[in-house]
């Protein structure tokens, strides 16, 4: 399971960069969300029994990830503090500040891109790991037991 859409917007309404790989209507939803988002706060929403939209807003910026469910919140917030450090370093406040719709795509939507796409490309992957050790403790367990039966046989 993985990010699908991440956005960094200010106010109710101004999306400043966005990413996804998918196809959608998220950033719709998110103005919605948006409208909604009281400052200096964070939180998870449900959408469509499906996804998670997290988010964290500070200093009057959102910074917004959707995920599909099975996704970690904890890993999705590291995500999104990750993002916002970057972010911050990137930009001034004053540039922020005048930013308007879009206006800094361009310049950090490749990093969106680049960090979805890396460390929190796929939970799926350290999931199917862990499941695949399991499996092959067990199979180790019972190959033991087999065999100790079988000398004891």
Known sequence: MSIIYTLIGKGQDIILVDYTNSFGNF??????IMKKIETETSHSYMYNEKYYF??????????????????????AITYLKDIKNMFQQEFSQNQINLAINYSLNAAFSNILKQKMAGDYREQ?????????KTKV???????????????LG
């Open 27 to 32: 950033a719709q939803i998110t103005k919605n």
């Open 54 to 75: 997290h988010y964290i807003n500070q200093a009057g910026v959102t910074y917004m990830c959707m995920t599909e469910i099975p996704f970690q919140q904890k890993l």
């Open 124 to 132: 799926k992957e350290a999931s199917t790991w862990k499941q695949m």
């Open 137 to 151: 403790g067990l199979g180790i367990i019972f190959t033991t037991g087999v065999v100790g039966y079988l000398v």
